[in-house]
């Protein structure tokens, strides 16, 4: 799969910097020493951690190189380190894993997070968002338009789309036997958007990617026409000609 764009991701960064800020703002610890923050990307959730907490170490982690490189001219004083998170072990000194809209990209992110909660000292906190969006029109059209098309065949295209999240009573029983306390919940935003146009232009800095990046420059252009045809007849313009973006997220926040 091609890298990340932080350029495109960074389109809608006020809208995509919001879960963090609320993930964050449960975060129960006031001094941790180290902070790792997953899936950092171009940096924009790790500036809350710096705020947040500027006498800890914290320590950036990503697999996009593109990302990585945003995130050390943003803030020259964190670390930020290449990582496969699906091998990655915390350090035992770790007291905070933030990890904003990462999990759900690994095979059996359930059993990673509940490795990284039990190398956790006591006291540490995991804290984790994901999209729990599978079952809305704009995740179901991308579905729909890969199995349609000269690309429906395609290897990469075929196992782009994401399953659906466990359900919170799957991630209490897998999580509480290594955690002192648990909390799970859900928030569901609703974006403003200008127009149809603009959800695609938010999903090809995410959950698009995975679909457009195997094909040609020419299929990725048929691939867009036909997801923004089905994202304009069911993202119906406001009064004021803008477009709401349901977005359901699920927040699980664990003390070891």
């Not at 002192?180 to 959800?199: E, F, G, K, L, R």
Request: hydrophobic share 40%.
């Amino acid at each position: 799969m091609e890298d990340w764009s932080a350029r495109q991701y960074l389109k809608f960064e006020d809208e995509r910097t919001r879960p963090p800020r609320d993930l964050l703002a449960q975060v129960p610890l006031q001094r941790p020493n180290l902070v790792v923050d997953l899936g950092c990307g171009p940096g924009n959730s790790t500036e809350l951690l710096a705020e947040r907490y500027p006498n800890s170490q914290i320590v950036g982690l990503d697999s996009s190189l593109d990302m990585l490189r945003k995130a050390r001219e943003r803030l020259p004083n964190c670390s930020f380190l290449e990582a496969d998170l699906a091998n990655w072990k915390p350090d035992p000194r770790t007291d905070l894993i933030f990890g904003n809209a990462v999990m759900q990209w690994l095979p059996d992110h359930p059993v990673i997070m509940r490795r990284m909660l039990e190398n956790m000292p006591q006291g540490g906190v995991l804290a984790i968002q994901m999209p729990d969006n599978t079952r809305e029109p704009a995740l179901r059209f991308q579905r729909e338009v890969g199995e349609s098309g000269p690309w429906k065949d395609h290897p990469e295209v075929k196992a782009a789309p994401r399953d659906d999240l466990p359900t919170p009573e799957d991630y209490y029983d897998l999580l509480k036997p290594a955690c002192s306390h648990i909390d799970i919940w859900h928030t569901v935003y609703n974006h403003v958007m200008a127009s149809p146009q603009a959800i695609t232009e938010w999903f090809k800095g995410s959950s698009l990617q995975p679909f457009l990046s195997p094909l040609d420059a020419a299929d990725r252009e048929k691939f867009l026409a036909a997801y923004t045809a089905k994202i304009t007849g069911a993202y119906k313009p406001r009064y004021d000609g803008k477009v709401l973006l349901r977005f359901p997220r699920l927040f699980i926040l664990a003390v070891r």
